[in-house]
């Protein structure tokens, strides 16, 4: 399995951004992570391949919207009202074996180490 990130970049506060993740390779579990400096890492959105669900993280609910494109084989996301705040490394991962559970996931948040997969990520810089 492969991902690779794109649509980082610099953009000022309240303004919008779309990431995409290109994915190749048998998934289902396709999540967003970001790690700023020094900060953990923190699962912020996923998506199931098989039935579209999705999961957010309250730091990002309503702010933030996960999509696929099965065709294309792409997930992206796309980032509103961006503040200081979310500006981080931006990771997609990805796991055959994993659902991602909304239910579960906002009692247990999201673990790097249930994904096997990882993009290089990309740099969400939000500064005025």
């Known amino acids: 399995v492969q991902l690779v990130e794109s649509g980082g970049g610099l953009v000022q506060p309240g303004d919008s951004l779309r990431l995409s993740c290109a994915v190749s390779?048998?998934?289902?579990?396709i999540a967003w992570f970001r790690q700023a400096p020094g900060k953990e890492r923190e699962g912020i959105s996923c998506?199931?391949?098989?039935?579209?669900?999705?999961y957010y993280a309250k730091s990002v609910k309503g702010r933030f919207t996960i999509s696929r494109d099965n065709a294309k084989n792409t997930v992206s996301l796309r980032m509103d009202t961006l503040t200081p705040e979310d500006t981080a490394v931006y990771y997609c991962?990805?796991?055959?074996?994993?659902?991602?559970?909304?239910?579960?996931?906002?009692?247990?948040?999201?673990?790097?180490?249930?994904?096997?997969?990882w993009g290089q990520g990309t740099q969400v810089t939000v500064s005025s």
């Open positions: 991962a990805a796991d055959s074996m994993v659902y991602c559970d909304s239910d579960y996931l906002q009692a247990h948040n999201m673990t790097s180490t249930d994904f096997s997969s």
């Open positions: 390779g048998f998934v289902n579990a």
């Open positions: 998506i199931n391949r098989s039935d579209g669900t999705t």
